[in-house]
C-alpha cells in the first residue's frame, strides 16, 4: 500500500530499509531518471487536479532517486518526471489531467550502502 499525501501535501519521513525493490527500471536505457532503480522502494500516493503542480523534495545520506509514476503495475513505462542527480533529488511537475500519481523513493542499486532514511517534503499547489 503507498502512503497517502494530504491535499496540500506534506513532510514525510521513512526509511526504505528492510523494503524491497518493487518498481523502477534495472537498467539505465528507457529510464526516466537517466539511472536505473534497482533499489528498494516506498511510495507515496498523491492526487492532483488538472493544472495542479506538484513539488517534492528528497533528502537522504545515500544515493536517492525519485520519480512520479501513473501505474505501478506499469512502473517502468508509466514515468512523467524523475530526479537522480544529486542530494537532494528534488522534482517539479504539473499535471495535465485530474488523476492519482504515484511518487517513489528508490535507489540506482541494491545493497545496504543505498537504503536507509529520508525525509520527503511535497507541496501541492
Do not use: H, K
Request: hydrophobic share 35%.
Amino acid at each position: 500500500d503507498a502512503y497517502f499525501v494530504p491535499p496540500a501535501g506534506g513532510t514525510f519521513r521513512g526509511t526504505t530499509a528492510g523494503y524491497t525493490a518493487n518498481y523502477g527500471i534495472g537498467v539505465r536505457t528507457g529510464s526516466c531518471t537517466g539511472w536505473q532503480q534497482s533499489g528498494a522502494d516506498a511510495v507515496y500516493r498523491v492526487s492532483l487536479a488538472a493544472g495542479q503542480r506538484l513539488q517534492a523534495t528528497l533528502t537522504t545520506t545515500w544515493d536517492a532517486s525519485l520519480y512520479l509514476i501513473t501505474d505501478c503495475a506499469q512502473s517502468a513505462t508509466s514515468c512523467v518526471a524523475g530526479r537522480d542527480s544529486g542530494n537532494p533529488e528534488t522534482l517539479d511537475f504539473t499535471s495535465p489531467t485530474a488523476r492519482t500519481y504515484y511518487l517513489v523513493v528508490d535507489s540506482w542499486q541494491t545493497g545496504a550502502s543505498n537504503t536507509g532514511n529520508y525525509s520527503l517534503v511535497v507541496t501541492v499547489q
